[in-house]
T-cell receptor
């Protein structure tokens, strides 16, 4: 059974700092991995999707890496801003269905 | 273009009562998903519709939960009778194509269910 773990559960940093969020999964036979952002009281917004054959994806100040064999992904946020404050969720998809398996998320607070 | 809309945003009911949650996907999106987050736990998959057909309902917890998508447009998720452990936030999401190829998956803001 696939399990996704995100560390840390919460993180508080000063504005401008570069930071890394971690995601690990127990079954390396994934189809892809996706990072989402959730603002309080809102739905999830997709940030980056990494296919199993890829090593990383970049979008603006965000960079996500994937090491499938070791069951790990990281989300790197450069030059963090208060507007980046949100909960960041990692989810994996395995073959056979469209189902996503989520981690519990990392709550990020960027202080001005 | 309107996003995924869910109704109600919050429902408070007594144990044993019935609640129906509704999701209106983005127009033209054939794929519709239900997920839920129980307090302190991760978001978990419930089921996936392609148009009006249930493609995958492996996440439905038990037969107290009934999801429908008549006509392949909006979907309803009925909980009957509701139990305390059903409390949580129920998310709906939709996509035009299969999500895994594009990553395009649009979530609603969720329906918070509180069972007393």
């Amino acid at each position: 059974k696939q399990e996704v773990t995100q560390i840390p559960a919460a993180l508080s940093v000063p504005e401008g700092e570069n930071l890394v969020l971690n995601c690990s999964f127990t079954d390396s036979a994934i189809y892809n991995l996706q990072w989402f952002r959730q603002d309080p009281g809102k739905g999830l917004t997709s940030l980056l999707l990494i296919q199993s054959s890829q090593r990383e994806q970049t979008s603006g100040r965000l960079n996500a890496s994937l090491d499938k064999s070791s069951g790990r992904s990281t989300l790197y946020i450069a030059a963090s801003q208060p507007g980046d404050s949100a909960t960041y969720l990692c989810a994996v998809n395995q073959g056979g269905s469209e189902k996503l398996v989520f981690g519990k998320g990392t709550k990020l607070t960027v202080n001005p | 273009e309107a996003g995924v809309t869910q109704f109600p945003s919050h429902s408070v009911i007594e144990k044993g009562q019935t609640v129906t949650l509704r999701c209106d996907p983005i127009s033209g999106h054939d794929n519709l998903y239900w997920y839920r987050r129980v307090m302190g736990k991760e978001i978990k998959f419930l089921l996936h519709f392609v148009k009006e057909s249930k493609q995958d309902e492996s996440g439905m917890p038990n037969n107290r939960f009934l999801a429908e998508r008549t006509g392949g447009t909006y979907s309803t998720l009925k909980v009957q009778p509701a139990e305390l452990e059903d409390s949580g936030v129920y998310f709906c999401a939709s996509s035009r194509t299969v999500r895994r190829y594009t990553g395009e998956l649009f979530f609603g803001e969720g329906s918070r269910l509180t069972v007393l």
